[in-house]
C-alpha cells in the first residue's frame, strides 16, 4: 500500500534553515509527481510546490519561492523540502502528497515546524 | 491565483441527515475540483476528483457536482465517521488553492 512517511517535528530558530523528508513506500518513486503543502489554522492549506522525482524538475508557489526548495534522492525514495530563513510565519503542519492527475491522492502524516526563539 | 470561496465555515447535522458543502471558484475551473476530509490531529483524504467522481474506497453517501464556478458535495446519511473538516482544491490552474474549509458537527 502506498505510504508516505514524514520526518519528525521540528523546533527551530528564526533565520535558519529546517531540511523536512518524505520516504515514499508502495508504488514507484517517479512514477507520480510529488507536492508540497503548507497547513495553518489562519491562512488554511497552501499549494508549496510540486516535483518530479524522475528528472528533479519542480514548480513552485511564487509565494514560496526563495524559500522553499525541493529536492529527491531516487536512491532512497524520499522528497525533500528545505525551508530557508525561517520567521514564525513559517510555523506550521507541513505535508507532503503525492500528486495524481492534478490531486493529491495519498498523503503523508504532517510534520509540525515551530519557529521560535 | 484562483480564489476558492468555501461555505458554509461550520455545519452542524443530525446522524442520518443530508448535509451539502458548497465551494465557488472565481473563474470557470473546468470541473478541476476535487474534496478532501480531514479528521482532527489527521492529514486530509481524497474523497473526490474531477467535480464528480468518487476516489477509491470512498463510500457511496459522498457525491460531488457542479461545473463552471459552483460545486458541492453532498454527504448523504451522515455518520458518525463523517465528523471532520472538509476542504475543496482546484487544480485547474497553477497554484493550486484551496478552499477555508468547512468544520462538520453532529448536533
Known amino acids: 500500500q502506498v505510504q508516505l512517511q514524514q520526518s519528525g517535528a521540528e523546533l527551530v530558530k528564526p533565520g535558519t534553515s529546517v531540511k523536512l523528508s518524505c520516504k515514499a513506500s508502495?508504488?514507484?518513486?517517479?512514477?507520480?509527481?510529488m507536492n508540497w503543502i503548507k497547513q495553518t489554522t489562519g491562512q488554511g492549506l497552501e499549494w508549496i510546490g510540486i516535483?518530479?522525482?524522475?528528472?528533479?524538475?519542480?514548480s513552485y508557489n511564487v509565494k514560496f519561492k526563495g524559500k522553499a526548495t525541493l529536492t529527491v534522492d531516487k536512491s532512497s525514495s524520499t522528497a525533500f523540502m528545505q525551508l530557508s530563513s525561517l520567521t514564525p510565519e513559517d510555523s506550521a503542519v507541513y505535508y507532503c502528497?503525492?500528486?495524481?492527475?492534478?490531486?493529491?491522492?495519498?498523503w503523508g502524516q504532517g510534520v509540525m515546524v515551530t519557529v521560535s526563539s | 491565483d484562483i480564489q476558492m470561496t468555501q461555505s458554509p465555515a461550520s455545519l452542524s447535522a443530525s446522524l442520518g441527515e443530508t448535509v451539502t458543502i458548497e465551494c465557488r471558484a472565481s473563474?470557470?475551473?473546468?470541473?478541476?475540483l476535487a474534496w478532501y476530509q480531514q479528521k482532527p490531529g489527521k492529514s486530509p483524504q481524497l474523497l473526490i476528483y474531477?467535480?464528480?467522481s468518487l476516489h477509491t474506497g470512498v463510500p457511496s453517501r459522498f457525491s460531488g457536482s457542479g461545473s463552471g464556478t459552483q460545486y458541492s458535495l453532498k454527504i448523504n446519511s451522515l455518520q458518525s465517521e463523517d465528523v471532520a473538516s472538509y476542504f475543496c482544491?482546484?487544480?485547474?490552474?497553477?497554484?493550486?488553492?484551496f478552499g477555508a474549509g468547512t468544520k462538520l458537527e453532529l448536533k
Open positions: 502528497a503525492r500528486a495524481s492527475d492534478g490531486t493529491y491522492d495519498y
Open positions: 508502495g508504488y514507484t518513486f517517479t512514477s507520480n509527481h
Open positions: 516535483i518530479n522525482p524522475g528528472s528533479g524538475g519542480t
Open positions: 473563474e470557470d475551473i473546468y470541473n478541476g
Open positions: 474531477n467535480a464528480n
Open positions: 482544491q482546484q487544480y485547474y490552474d497553477y497554484p493550486d488553492t
